[in-house]
């Protein structure tokens, strides 16, 4: 009998320490899967080639250069849908600002150009389909003019507003040529 | 007396060849100088690293990326003035359009993208000391989007504006990091 109580002691504790495993195993994922576990910024982005140009008014108030590492590029530049594995998309958020200074030239107030990094200074999009299958198979991240990361409230928001455009894999940004 | 005669119709015909030669000379000269004689489309520019963007109102009415190569983004970065010779500053103007897209997305209009090319769609600063020291020293370019060159009248209009700016050795643009 009191073996037997050993023993079940034994296989409770087990299955115990095999749950905790399980769940600390689950939350491991998720936080790799989950959009808002993307907290590098990719280095030599500001080297990267032109995607295009916007500008966004209201609340975003910036306008803003979107940039693609070469794998990106080349993808955007041949018309590859989805875009390969490595592929980063990144954006850059200036504040927007009139220029006196080339209103003068011009004549005319017409001129606003890009001032300091805006809250939502940079932004990416990171390619690994199984990393990020969560989130259709690309990582979001975002990061303040120190490199800090934006509130997860924040980021938690990108891949719902970029399921609008899955059928061009999540990529708002056209190329330009 | 006839040696005399000949000789001076040699040494007349000798002045004549040396004024015709400087005067081919001075035209020939006079055409490197000039702003309007930039007639190439510098190769590879669409991979040259970002400056800035800019959004210009008015008759314009386009978004830009104002991109450098190499040697210009290498004295941007290290703040190196006058730009060293071999600097080349381009732009690219796209017309300025709403992204209904985005909009639908952001829940409001806000969003304004890059579209088809403007009839000054791209154009570019040449760092020559020598050969542009009549603008300068940087000789000036524009073109179509089939690569045309734009009307002599709308080129000649460059260097007196960039004049405003001689103290940043002619370039309105300033980098954003």
Redesign the interface.
């Known amino acids: 009998m009191k073996r037997i109580t050993i023993l079940l002691v034994a296989v409770a504790a087990l299955v115990g320490v095999v749950a905790f495993s399980a769940i600390t195993s689950r939350h491991s994922t998720a936080q790799e899967a989950g959009p808002i576990f993307v907290s590098k910024i990719p280095p030599g982005y500001?080297?990267?080639?032109?995607v295009?140009?916007?500008?966004?008014?209201?609340d975003?108030n910036d306008?803003?250069?979107i940039?693609g590492n070469d794998v990106a590029i080349n993808a955007y530049r041949t018309g590859k849908i989805p875009f390969p594995e490595g592929a980063i998309i990144g954006r850059?958020a200036?504040s927007?600002v009139p220029?006196e200074?080339?209103n003068?030239?011009?004549g005319?107030?017409?001129?606003?150009?890009?001032?300091a990094p805006t809250d939502f200074y940079l932004q990416f999009m990171v390619k690994d389909s199984k990393k990020y299958v969560a989130t259709g198979g690309w990582g979001y991240s975002s990061f303040d003019k120190d490199g800090k990361s934006s509130p997860e409230s924040a980021m938690k928001t990108c891949f719902p507003?970029h399921q609008?455009?899955k059928g061009r894999d999540f990529i708002?940004?056209?190329y330009?040529?």
Chains 1, 2 share one sequence.
């Open positions: 500001r080297d990267w080639k032109v295009s140009v916007a500008h966004e008014e209201g975003l306008i803003r250069a940039l850059i200036w927007y220029s200074e080339n003068k030239a011009f005319r107030p017409q001129s606003f150009v890009a001032g507003c609008a455009v708002f940004t056209r330009t040529p």
